[in-house]
Structures are given as C-alpha cells and as structure tokens.
C-alpha cells in the first residue's frame, strides 16, 4: 500500500531549492577561488608589494 | 549521445592536463617519505576546504544520491544524503583539532588506533579502514566506467585503465603533495562544471515549474518531505555517511596536511557548507528521472546519466563527462595515496625501516592499489553491497575508536568490545544477512537498514560509554606524541636525511644540497597554495 501523501513541496519551494542550491555552489566556488588566490599570491609575496 | 572518440579524446587531454600540473608541482616539494604521505602543514583554509570537496565527492554524488532521489524516498531521502554528508566534516572540526594537540607529528588513524589502545583496535581498525577505501576506490572506477559507457559508449576497460592510469602517474610520483594540489585545481573546474551541469539541464527539462509539474503528477510522495520511506532511508544514510568518513585515512591526511589549526576549522566548516548543495542538486536530477519514466526498468543507480542521455544538447552531456572524469580522478588520487599511506606508515614501524627502500614501498603500493582498483574497476561489479557492508561496520566502530581521544579509561578490550556490540546488532538487522540468518535456529529480527546503521552506532557509542566508566587504566594521552615519529626516508626530491637533533624533525637535503632546516621561509617555500620561493 502506497502511504498517504502529507505535504507536497510546492512549486516556489521546489524553485528555490533548486536555484537556491544553485547560488550556494556559485558562492562557494567564489570564495575557494579568490581565498586560494589570496594565499597563492600572497605565498610569492604580491600582498607585500613583491618583498620576502 | 556524444560519440566515443570525442568522448575518449577529451578524458585524455582532462586527465593529462592534471597529470601533468601535479608532477610539476610536486617538483621539488617531496624530499622525505613525511612529505610523500602528509604533505604536512601546506595547505591554508582554502586549499583545505577545494582538497576535502574533490577527495570526498566522486563521481558517487552523480550515482547515489539521484538513485537515492529515484528509488529510496524522493525529497526526504535526498535531503538526509546531503546533510549526513556534511556532518563528518563538522565532526572533524573539533576531531582533527584534538588529533593534531595530541600527535603533531602522526601521519594516520591507525597510527593514533595503535598508540592510544593497543593490537586488537588497531587491527579492527585497519582492517575497517582499508576495507572502506578499497570499496570506495572500486566504486568509483566502476561508476564512472558505467557512466560514460551510457553516455558515449566508452569500454568500460578503458575507462578504468585511462583514469587509473594517469592517476598512478602523479601519485606515484608526488603523493599526497600532487593530490591535495590537483584536487585543489580539480574542485575550482568541478564546482562550476557542476554549477553549469545541473542549470543546463534545468533549462533543458523546461525550468524549475516543469520538473515539478511532473513530479507532482507521477508520483506525489517524491516531494513529500514527510515521505516515511524517505526519511527513514535520510536517516541511516546519514549514519552510515558519517562512520565511513570518519574512518577515511584520506581525511585524516587532510588535518595534517592542513597549515594551521584555522585552516582546519575554516576549511572543514566550509566543506561541510559546500557538500550540501551539491548532493542536493544531484538527488534532485533522480527525482526528475523519476518524475519523467526514465528509471522505470530499473536503471535507478545510473538515474542521472539518464538524464543526460534523455533531454540535454550535447555539450551539456561532454561537460557532464568531464566532470564524472575529474570526480573519479580526485577522489581516486586520493584512495591511492591513502591506502599506500596507511601500509607505509605501518611497514616503517613493523620493520623499523628507514632510507630508500621505504620509499620504494611506498611508491610501489601506491602503484599496485591504482592498478588493482583499475582491473576491478573494469568488471562492471555491483559493489553497493559491499558499500554497505564497509558503512555497517565503520558505524560501529567509529565511536570506540575517537572516544579515544578524550577518555583516558577506555581500554583496548573496552573499546573493541563496544565495537563488535554495535556490529553484532547492526548484522541481525541488515537485509543483507536476512538469507544467511533466517538459517540460524530460532526467531531472527525483521531486517531494516535504519536500525542496522542507527543501532550499530548507538549501541556502540553506549557500550563505549559503559567501558568509559568501568575502565580503569588511565592511558596517557599526553605521551601519545612520542608514538609518532616523522618519516625521514628520502622521496622523490630528497637527499640524505638530516643528521642530529631527536630524529624526529630534521629536513633532509635536496638534490641541489640545500641543507634547508625548518624554518619560516621553509615552511613558505613548501606550501600546496602555490608558493615559491623568492
């Protein structure tokens, strides 16, 4: 027997859960991104003007 | 369908490209056999956080949690794949903390296993270990094997040989140095792949009111959060997520690998953020197929290949390759040297081994395990069996086995035992065994995976919480330290060993005699964030 069906995510729920999820990914790569650059560039010394 | 040539000549140029960056960058970075499974103190938040998302997401999360969302309860079952994955990592945070407090210079969680209870945990333990990440490694080959043989009719024996292939290359060579570098390149390429994947497809099947049109329509319950089959599978899936991981030799490499205690923090804590959509989506695409009829005969497990077959333009589906391509090779990199880390870090203490042949050993069973995982990968087995087999027992021995970082009563005997109570229960309620127990006499318990995974561990953690009260030998867990000893043995770019000193920090020469002791700038030159020296 197939249970009853208590709550179905509606349609804007379901949008936002999709492309909510979507942004989240975007965010992330933004930071590991720009942070990995940070500590890339700043492990040559280019945040100190170029001086080790 | 994207042809096979197409198909095959691009997972050649994906791998090769990475390949190569790895050897490079291992170039001068691998001096001791410490280095080769550690890379110890390299890696800055970020580096943490893009090594831990392409180790620990494979090509699994384009396989499971779409057949989760396809088979196993729609939404619900979905959303507890994806928060469970995310909670070993914020476990982690305050794990990985104590690990480096109480053995800075240890190199594995048999390691830690041996020196704080003793043989008989430490075999369990290794043997759950390895066990886990084999499963794991051959899943993984096998995936994505099956995957692109849907996809671009690619033989499922050149699969598993191009990717094993090429990730013996920079493993053998580099260690864990070349994979945390890789991974890091491979996560900022695999997030926005995924990224563009999965809103291409979106756009492709019509939009987000679309796929839940037809959602709604085939089967309600596949967005009913409240989906009692769905929750229930949300729920162990979540336990049997968490012991796994948190006996996965590769994460512990991490919290090593890691530069400082903040980038254990930020980079486990990020992870732990940047999992869950990611699972989320994936499960999402199962429930798409689902809602379209694409799963009906069966093909649940490759639910989002389906997909990609079914409904997307062509350049959706080779991205969709190149991506299952980097997933495998960052999470196999991974295995690889995990594997090969944990036997070397034993061999050196079972033979009290130093020097080259060491090293060899290492780099030999890094070689072997990516050639084994290759020829299993090219089967085509079913390995969800075992996967769930390696997921009971790591849930019921993962409490023991951390607990003994803080309490200093629970002993050897104490702590195995709460580990085979845990799986004692977990194997009378796991359907697997159902065939074998119904042959024993008497009554036998009515098979469930949620009980098998939640009892093991609740069951273990209270009988850890038992043997913690009644054990009486006080471990010292300040003296867990002196255990651990670096790996001195010259690799890849090493010279002779530093002489002097306790043995235990001296930096080996390179090859261009720089008699570089540990020092700041050293430490700089040698970090995975891309540094150089001046």
């Given at each position: 027997?197939?249970?009853?069906?208590?709550?179905?995510?509606?349609?804007?729920?379901?949008?936002?859960?999709?492309?909510?999820?979507?942004?989240?990914?975007?965010?992330?790569?933004?930071?590991?991104?720009?942070?990995?650059?940070?500590?890339?560039?700043?492990?040559?010394?280019?945040?100190?003007?170029?001086?080790? | 369908?994207?042809?096979?040539?197409?198909?095959?000549?691009?997972?050649?140029?994906?791998?090769?490209?990475?390949?190569?960056?790895?050897?490079?960058h291992a170039r001068g970075r691998v001096r001791t056999l410490d280095d080769y499974v550690t890379a110890r103190s390299t890696t800055g938040p970020a580096a943490t956080t893009a090594t831990l998302v392409a180790s620990v997401m494979g090509a699994w999360i384009l396989l499971a949690p779409a057949e989760a969302g396809?088979?196993?309860?729609?939404?619900?079952?979905?959303?507890?794949?994806?928060?469970?994955?995310?909670?070993?990592?914020?476990?982690?945070?305050?794990?990985?903390?104590?690990?480096?407090?109480?053995?800075?210079?240890?190199?594995?969680?048999?390691?830690?296993?041996?020196?704080?209870?003793?043989?008989?945990?430490?075999?369990?333990?290794?043997?759950?270990?390895?066990?886990?990440?084999?499963?794991?490694?051959?899943?993984?080959?096998?995936?994505?094997?099956?995957?692109?043989?849907?996809?671009?009719?690619?033989?499922?024996?050149?699969?598993?040989?191009?990717?094993?292939?090429?990730?013996?290359?920079?493993?053998?060579?580099?260690?864990?140095?070349?994979?945390?570098?890789?991974?890091?390149?491979?996560?900022?390429?695999?997030?926005?792949?995924?990224?563009?994947?999965?809103?291409?497809?979106?756009?492709?099947?019509?939009?987000?009111?679309?796929?839940?049109?037809?959602?709604?329509?085939?089967?309600?319950?596949?967005?009913?959060?409240?989906?009692?089959?769905?929750?229930?599978?949300?729920?162990?899936?979540?336990?049997?997520?968490?012991?796994?991981?948190?006996?996965?030799?590769?994460?512990?490499?991490?919290?090593?690998?890691?530069?400082?205690?903040?980038?254990?923090?930020?980079?486990?804590?990020?992870?732990?953020?940047?999992?869950?959509?990611?699972?989320?989506?994936?499960?999402?695409?199962?429930?798409?197929?689902?809602?379209?009829?694409?799963?009906?005969?069966?093909?649940?497990?490759?639910?989002?290949?389906?997909?990609?077959?079914?409904?997307?333009?062509?350049?959706?589906?080779?991205?969709?390759?190149?991506?299952?391509?980097?997933?495998?090779?960052?999470?196999?990199?991974?295995?690889?040297?995990?594997?090969?880390?944990?036997?070397?870090?034993?061999?050196?203490?079972?033979?009290?081994?130093?020097?080259?042949?060491?090293?060899?050993?290492?780099?030999?069973?890094?070689?072997?395990?990516?050639?084994?995982?290759?020829?299993?990968?090219?089967?085509?087995?079913?390995?969800?069996?075992?996967?769930?087999?390696?997921?009971?027992?790591?849930?019921?021995?993962?409490?023991?086995?951390?607990?003994?970082?803080?309490?200093?009563?629970?002993?050897?005997?104490?702590?195995?035992?709460?580990?085979?109570?845990?799986?004692?229960?977990?194997?009378?309620?796991?359907?697997?065994?159902?065939?074998?127990?119904?042959?024993?006499?008497?009554?036998?318990?009515?098979?469930?995976?949620?009980?098998?995974?939640?009892?093991?561990?609740?069951?273990?953690?209270?009988?850890?919480?038992?043997?913690?009260?009644?054990?009486?030998?006080?471990?010292?867990?300040?003296?867990?330290?002196?255990?651990?000893?670096?790996?001195?043995?010259?690799?890849?770019?090493?010279?002779?060993?530093?002489?002097?000193?306790?043995?235990?920090?001296?930096?080996?020469?390179?090859?261009?005699?720089?008699?570089?002791?540990?020092?700041?700038?050293d430490a700089e030159a040698d970090r995975i964030d891309g540094g150089e020296e001046a």
């Open positions: 027997m197939t249970p009853p069906v208590l709550a179905t995510l509606g349609p804007t729920a379901f949008a936002a859960l999709v492309w909510g999820s979507l942004a989240l990914v975007a965010v992330v790569f933004g930071y590991v991104a720009t942070a990995y650059a940070r500590e890339a560039l700043g492990a040559v010394g280019v945040d100190d003007g170029g001086r080790r | 369908m994207v042809s096979t040539e197409l198909a095959l000549a691009v997972t050649v140029v994906a791998l090769g490209a990475f390949t190569v960056a790895g050897v490079l396809a088979a196993f309860g729609g939404l619900p079952a979905v959303l507890g794949y994806a928060v469970g994955s995310a909670v070993p990592f914020l476990l982690f945070v305050p794990v990985g903390l104590r690990v480096r407090e109480l053995l800075p210079e240890g190199h594995s969680l048999t390691e830690f296993a041996l020196a704080r209870y003793g043989r008989s945990m430490y075999a369990l333990v290794v043997a759950v270990s390895i066990f886990y990440m084999s499963v794991f490694l051959a899943a993984e080959l096998t995936g994505v094997a099956a995957a692109l043989s849907l996809v671009a009719e690619v033989p499922q024996a050149y699969t598993a040989a191009l990717i094993g292939g090429f990730v013996l290359l920079y493993t053998a060579y580099g260690g864990l140095v070349a994979s945390v570098f890789t991974d890091t390149l491979q996560a900022i390429v695999i997030l926005p792949l995924l990224a563009v994947s999965f809103a291409g497809a979106v756009i492709a099947l019509g939009g987000a009111g679309s796929l839940h049109a037809a959602a709604t329509s085939a089967d309600p319950t596949l967005l009913d959060p409240t989906f009692g089959p769905g929750v229930a599978f949300g729920v162990y899936v979540a336990f049997a997520v968490l012991g796994a991981n948190m006996l996965n030799q590769g994460v512990w490499q991490r919290v090593y690998a890691a530069r400082d205690d903040e980038s254990v923090r930020r980079g486990f804590a990020v992870a732990a953020v940047a999992v869950v959509p990611l699972v989320l989506l994936a499960g999402l695409f199962g429930i798409a197929s689902a809602a379209l009829g694409l799963t009906a005969d069966g093909g649940a497990s490759v639910a989002f290949f389906l997909l990609v077959v079914e409904a997307f333009p062509e350049w959706v589906a080779l991205s969709v390759v190149v991506l299952a391509v980097l997933l495998v090779a960052s999470s196999a990199d991974t295995m690889c040297t995990a594997i090969a880390s944990l036997v070397t870090v034993d061999l050196a203490r079972v033979l009290d081994a130093e020097g080259r042949p060491l090293g060899r050993a290492g780099r030999l069973l890094t070689a072997l395990v990516a050639i084994g995982a290759a020829v299993v990968g090219a089967q085509g087995y079913s390995v969800l069996a075992l996967f769930l087999t390696a997921d009971l027992v790591a849930a019921a021995v993962f409490v023991p086995f951390l607990a003994g970082l803080w309490s200093t009563s629970l002993s050897d005997r104490g702590a195995v035992a709460a580990s085979l109570a845990g799986l004692t229960v977990g194997t009378a309620y796991f359907p697997q065994f159902a065939p074998a127990l119904a042959a024993l006499p008497g009554p036998t318990p009515t098979p469930s995976f949620l009980v098998a995974f939640a009892g093991a561990t609740t069951v273990s953690a209270a009988a850890t919480a038992v043997a913690h009260v009644v054990g009486g030998e006080g471990a010292d867990l300040g003296a867990l330290g002196a255990e651990c000893r670096r790996l001195d043995s010259p690799m890849t770019d090493g010279g002779v060993a530093a002489e002097g000193g306790d043995g235990r920090g001296g930096r080996p020469t390179d090859v261009n005699g720089r008699g570089d002791g540990p020092g700041e700038g």
